[in-house]
């Protein structure tokens, strides 16, 4: 059985961050060096908002013979000091000599393993690159080794606007609630207070760097992968946004390494949509147990990369499973992978004729895709893509080989294309999708480029109206059979939204198909021989989406001309022996003008109410960004109350000038 003891470790600098431990409960009678310690470090609040943790940390205690250290990060929770923003230096460094207090302790064997979903998956990355001598393996589920190109805040050079709706708001309201008074004991008023006075939102930093700039680049793993000597399983899942850092990952590593690359969304790998769902428990505990316990049970012999394949499935929004199956691949760059160039000029064109294709863009346009990172409800999955096309340039070709063999997929498809514009910042967007036999377009996969960064995402340019200019982007990494009978298509438009903010000014894009193209990564042949499918632990629960208090619409007002998607959610639970209360709701809309796409905005509100014995507290943000072709505009409010009477408040009114967005 597992015992658990709360503890504060102090820093460097004196402060103190306070964490849980997850020992195991064996009556006094644990051995010194016995033991190897997994951490896990998040701002989202171990006591309350994710005290459902709980679970995961006494399975890795109980069945698989772990200590486990749970820390909230520097400024949250219950920790001591202030939450500046994402990854800092601080928290990294913080991170680093928990590592180190983990190795001394009496029950340690010395070696420390550190994992986690997104955040908790992007600092054991970030902190792996720093090299803290017991840190020995990592499993980074969700995460992504470009901070910039692959995360909540940019896509392809274009400013993300369906997740201002939401992450953003709710990391405010969450980074100013108070420490718990049972933890935190005497003066956690006063160090609530401290928070929301010096607190600035996160997105004024993300607004300030609109390039891929140092800002970006500390914590972004792409810089340097050669930084990581501990052994590392990357988890990625073809629904999530982070999916990127796969096959990238694999190729640049000089570490021990391993990846797990599921048909999954951002969300829990045993429970979410969609599967087939595993036990991830049990998978990464095998990783531990070669690397921290130096148990020989083959991990590391197997094939280092293990693949979903997926195939044609009526797409849906709840799409709980993909057709498909489990391949163990042996190396990347694959030995058996070639390039296929399917020419725009040769292809069966939406519109008549050679071409040149205009296009006036539409800002709606990809509500379709919906978000390019899936999660639980409002954050589904794509529909049929039919809807976008008609505002599209739409490019068709017939399965090679007649239709009458399969084709595969793997890797990251690229366009290449001749693309000119009437206004000096356009983007091009591109969707990938599978055509089946009564006419569904499903989404296989997409990518974005703001035209600006055609040369460098670091020094991006305007562009000369009426110019030609040859681009070449690649798209989201996926995995895919085109079945016979079926058709591969290829969408291009001049908005991503709500997944992406609009470019700033109405523009006509005109496509030379001339010498455009999109290449496909194509496995050719049958994989290196091995004497079985990989054989992955079975889910213990079942699957969950629940919409109950779940708003998701997508609303066409043709009187005003705009395109707007509401979504909202709320969470409750109720209090146990240790677990307050919790009450969370959050949600917003998201607008854009069709016809003129620099009139964007987001409103987004999100609070908190957590009831505790000594008291009940909450936060609210509420936030309007408004954009015109000049700039954005983020006006914003927290309020902190204690019993329902505000006793803080704070409000910022901010101008961002639009750098070539």
Known sequence: MTRTEDVFIAMRDGVRLAATLYLPDDGGALGAGHVP??????????????????????????????????????????????ATGEYTA???????????????QPWSN???????????????????????????????????????ADHVHYFGGALKQLDLADWPTYMDAINVLPPVPRVAGEGWRERWERRVATYEPWLFGWLEHQTYDDFWKHGSLREDYGAIEAATMLVTGWSDGYTNIAFRGMAGLTCPKRLLAGPWSH????????????????????????????????????????????RPTPPAADLAAYRGEWRFEADWPLDRGRELVLALDVARAGRPGPGPDALDVRGDVGWTAWLSCAGPPPWGQPLDQRPDEGFSLVYDWAVPKGGKEELEILGHPVVQARVASSAPVAYLSAKLCDVHPDGTSQ??????????HRESRETPSALEPGRTYDVSFELEATSWVFEPGHGIRLDLAGADWPNCWPP??????????????????????????????????????????NTDDVMWSVEHDVARAQTR?????????????VVPSIVERNGGIVGVANDDPGSAWVEATSSYVLGWPETTVSTEVRSRIESDANAYRVRLQIDASENSEVRWSRRFDRRFPRNLQ
Request: proline residues 8%.
């Open 443 to 452: 989404l296989v996969t997409r990518g974005l480029l703001n035209l600006a």
């Open 267 to 310: 969300a829990d790998v045993e429970t979410s949509r969609p599967g087939p769902n595993i036990d991830l428990v049990a998978e990464m505990a095998r990783w531990w147990d070669r690397w921290l316990k130096g148990i020989d049970n083959g991990v590391d012999r197997d094939p280092p990369i293990v693949v979903f394949v997926r």
């Open 90 to 104: 601080d928290e990294l460094q913080d991170l680093a000599e928990v590592i180190g207090w983990l190795a001394e």
């Open 110 to 148: 010395g070696n420390v393993g550190m994992f986690g979903t997104s955040w908790s998956g992007f600092n054991s990355l970030q902190v792996a690159m720093l090299r803290p001598p017991a840190l020995k393996a990592i499993c980074s589920i969700f995460a992504s080794d470009d901070r910039y």
């Open 565 to 577: 998607a509401v979504v909202a959610y709320t969470t409750r639970s109720d209090a146990d022996e």
């Open 504 to 545: 700033p000014t109405p523009v006509t894009l005109t496509i030379e198909r001339d010498g455009c193209s999109i290449v496909l990564p194509v496995v050719e042949g049958a994989a290196s021989p091995i004497a079985a499918p990989p054989t992955l632990p079975a889910p213990r629960r079942p699957q969950t989406w």
């Open 37 to 82: 310690s997994l951490l896990e470090a998040l701002p989202y609040r171990k006591d309350d908002l994710t005290a459902h943790y709980r679970a995961e940390y006494r399975r890795f205690v109980d069945e698989f013979g772990y200590a486990v250290c749970r820390v909230d990060i520097r400024g949250t929770g219950s920790s001591e000091g202030i």
